[in-house]
Each structure stands twice: as structure tokens, then as C-alpha cells.
């Protein structure tokens, strides 16, 4: 399944879409309390890093599949603002991220 994920744009753009919501609940639910009232900043500055990365890859990836999809400006901007909120980008693959023409991926 996640090879054929990978072939597509759209496909590459869910599995980004999901670890940066993953990587985002893991930022607030475990990262955040560490430093917080643990005293570990280190673990925010990790996952934060990674977050970050995957929050760019994920842009990257959106900008390339409305080109090629031909997506309107209401379809992106639902999807960007999707990966702000928390579990946004779970949301957006229920919702917005359909194979075109597709019932079975």
C-alpha cells in the first residue's frame, strides 16, 4: 500500500500529511509536557525540528499536487490550513485529499 502511495504526487502528499499531524500531536502531547514540567527543552528543539521539516515538505508537496490536479484556491487553502490545526491533516485526507477519478485508493 505505501508503495503505491509513493508513485503519486497526491499519494506522497498524504503520507507527508500524516506524520506532520503525528508529529504534531507528538509535539503537544509529549514534547511540550517534557518541557514544561519536566524540565527537558531538548525534547521540544527535536521533534520541533522535525515538525518543521515535515511542515515545509508538506507545502512543498501541496503546491505540486494543486498544479497537477488543478486544484481551485478554496481546495488549497482548506488543505493548508489543515496542517495547522491539530488533527487537521487527518481530516484532510478523509476530506479533501480523493484520488480524482478513483474509488479504491
Given at each position: 500500500?505505501?508503495?503505491?502511495?509513493?508513485?503519486?504526487?497526491?499519494?506522497?502528499?498524504?503520507?507527508?500529511?500524516?506524520?506532520?499531524?503525528?508529529?504534531?500531536?507528538?509535539?503537544?502531547?509529549?514534547?511540550?509536557?517534557?518541557?514544561?514540567?519536566?524540565?527537558?527543552?531538548?525534547?521540544?528543539?527535536?521533534?520541533?525540528m522535525a515538525h518543521g521539516i515535515l511542515?515545509?515538505?508538506?507545502?512543498i508537496l501541496l503546491i505540486q499536487v494543486?498544479?497537477?490536479?488543478?486544484?481551485?484556491?478554496?481546495?488549497?487553502?482548506?488543505?493548508?490550513?489543515?496542517?495547522?490545526?491539530?488533527?487537521?491533516?487527518?481530516?484532510?485526507?478523509?476530506?479533501?485529499?480523493?484520488?480524482?477519478?478513483?474509488?479504491?485508493?
Open positions: 500500500m505505501l508503495a503505491n502511495l509513493l508513485k503519486t504526487a497526491l499519494g506522497r502528499l498524504r503520507v507527508v500529511a500524516f506524520l506532520e499531524g503525528t508529529s504534531l500531536l507528538i509535539l503537544l502531547a509529549i514534547a511540550m509536557p517534557l518541557k514544561y514540567i519536566a524540565g527537558y527543552p531538548h525534547a521540544v528543539r527535536v521533534v520541533g511542515f515545509i515538505l508538506y507545502v494543486v498544479f497537477e490536479l488543478s486544484w481551485g484556491w478554496k481546495k488549497f487553502v482548506m488543505a493548508f490550513f489543515a496542517s495547522i490545526i491539530p488533527f487537521g491533516t487527518f481530516i484532510a485526507d478523509a476530506k479533501i485529499f480523493k484520488y480524482p477519478n478513483s474509488n479504491s485508493m
